[in-house]
């Protein structure tokens, strides 16, 4: 079926990994940083260091006390109380467990999400990796539960802006451009994700948002909705 994937789908594409030494709390990294080892042991949970929880914009606010936050707090907090609904947890990380350039990143089978420390400094930075990756948590919702390992797209595919189509062909492999033509296009549209994931936080996803019709076989097939 190739709506759905099951995959680890970060912001950006990746530049020529530096590799440096390793801390001994993240011996487990061979790679060194700044490279998928590095980000794949912060996915797996085994590099930790100076991974923090976000609970609401205050705790991202602190971080960065030269910041004003204030007008994109309430779509922040929207998005992070419906996270937390679907047991959806989201993390500022060190700049060295992601591959160069790489802002965030969804994790499909731990579902956590990671923002890159190093870029949050910026309102329209932060809420555009969050309403992105928000938004691949809601793909994952709608391939019937956030706790399978599945995404798949939530808008046809003629329904996503052409900019988006093209933007994605320049950055993303053929193979993962549907999914991310949409992302990308929720991440730069203020309130998209926050209704996307209010709707998975409320099971209204199939209601709220009709499957399409690859999508809607995949979950009649699997027991999740009726036929």
């Given amino acids: 079926m190739n709506k759905i994937i099951n995959t680890i789908i970060g912001v950006g594409m990746c ?37 923090t929880q976000i609970h609401t914009m205050l705790d991202i606010a602190v971080q960065y006390p030269e910041t004003d936050f204030i007008p994109v707090t309430i779509e922040f907090n929207r998005m992070i109380e419906s996270l937390k609904r679907v047991g959806v947890n989201v993390y500022l990380a060190p700049e060295h467990y992601f591959p160069v350039a790489n802002r965030g990143v969804y994790h499909t089978v731990s579902n956590n999400f990671y923002l890159n420390r190093r870029f949050m400094h910026r309102p329209h930075v932060l809420m555009s990796v969050m309403r992105h ?25 003629e329904d996503v802006p052409m900019l988006w189509r093209e933007m994605v062909e320049r950055t993303y492999p053929k193979e993962s451009r549907p999914w991310e033509a949409e992302a990308s296009w929720a991440g ?3 309130g998209m994700t926050a209704k996307a994931l209010e709707a998975c936080a409320e099971n209204t996803m199939w ?21």
């Fill in 15 to 51: 530049a020529a990994a530096t590799t440096v030494p390793v801390q001994a709390d993240d011996s487990k990294i061979t790679q060194g940083y700044y490279t998928m080892d590095a980000m794949g042991c912060m996915l797996l949970e085994e590099c930790t260091t100076g991974v």
């Fill in 133 to 157: 990756e928000g938004w691949h948590a809601a793909q994952d919702c709608m391939a019937g539960t956030i706790d399978n390992s599945m995404i798949a797209i939530i808008k046809p595919e």
């Fill in 188 to 190: 730069r549209t203020e």
């Fill in 207 to 227: 209601s709220v948002f009709e499957p399409t019709p690859l999508t809607r076989e995949w979950l009649v097939d699997n027991g999740y909705i009726n036929d």
